[in-house]
């Protein structure tokens, strides 16, 4: 079993920047490929950024490209999602999701994912 927490969420102004945090327990990070999901009222759940289980892949979803920064760190079982320039249709609940697999690859689809934390609040004010 692996346990997820997600923290960091927080009300910001548009423009601003926010740092989530993703804590896992029950397993060595390193054997999981890490996922940030988020869900808007009225909407699925959109995957928003992945990172393979060595850090060297990523993926992004293109209206966060160059914005957002997915990163990890395995002795710190510790997951990541820099937010910079965030707009107020951001405003979701963030999940991040771990997958165990032994791919090196990322892991770009919902169905891959095994373990899900509770999500965190991002609120995006104009």
């Known amino acids: 079993q692996v346990q997820l927490v997600e923290s960091g969420g927080r009300l910001v102004q548009a423009g601003g920047s926010l740092r989530l945090s993703c804590a896992a327990s029950?397993?060595?990070?390193?054997?999981?490929?890490m996922g940030w999901f988020r869900r808007t009222p009225g909407k699925e759940r959109e995957l928003v950024a992945a990172?393979?289980?060595?850090?060297?892949?990523?993926y992004y979803l293109d209206s966060v490209k160059d914005r957002f920064t997915i990163s990890r760190d395995n002795a710190k079982n510790t997951a990541y999602l820099q937010m910079n320039s965030l707009k107020p249709e951001e405003t979701a609940v963030y999940y991040c999701?771990?997958?165990?697999?032994?791919?090196?690859?990322?892991?770009?689809?919902?169905?891959?994912?095994?373990?899900w934390g509770q999500g965190t609040q991002v609120t995006v004010s104009s």
């Open positions: 999701a771990a997958d165990v697999t032994s791919f090196y690859t990322v892991a770009a689809n919902e169905k891959q994912y095994d373990y």
């Open positions: 029950g397993r060595t990070l390193s054997t999981l490929r």
């Open positions: 990172i393979s289980r060595s850090g060297s892949s990523t």
